[in-house]
């Protein structure tokens, strides 16, 4: 999702609209064309670690600003 993302925000920057597949280049353009999973835990030890690579790759974008 992060890869789409990234590319869609390319293709905004670079061509001042939309990306025809991924949307605005947002996170949430791109997770909103997926199927919702269910419910997850935070007993879940997978999920709890896909949470540390999302903030871990998030993390720099919240001090640039």
Same mark, same amino acid.
Not at 2 to 17: H, M, N, P, T, Y
Not at 24 to 48: C, H, K, N, W
């Given at each position: 999702?992060?890869?789409? @993302? ?24 791109? @997770? ?12 879940? @030890?997978?999920?709890?670690? @896909? ?15």
């Amino acid at each position: 999702m992060l890869v789409e @993302a990234e590319e869609a925000d390319a293709w905004r920057r670079e061509r001042g609209q939309f990306h025809p597949t991924y949307g605005d280049g947002s996170l949430m353009a791109v @997770a909103m064309r997926r199927q919702p999973l269910g419910e997850r835990f935070l007993t879940d @030890a997978t999920y709890i670690n @896909a949470l540390k690579i999302i903030l871990t790759v998030l993390q720099p974008s919240f001090y640039s600003t």
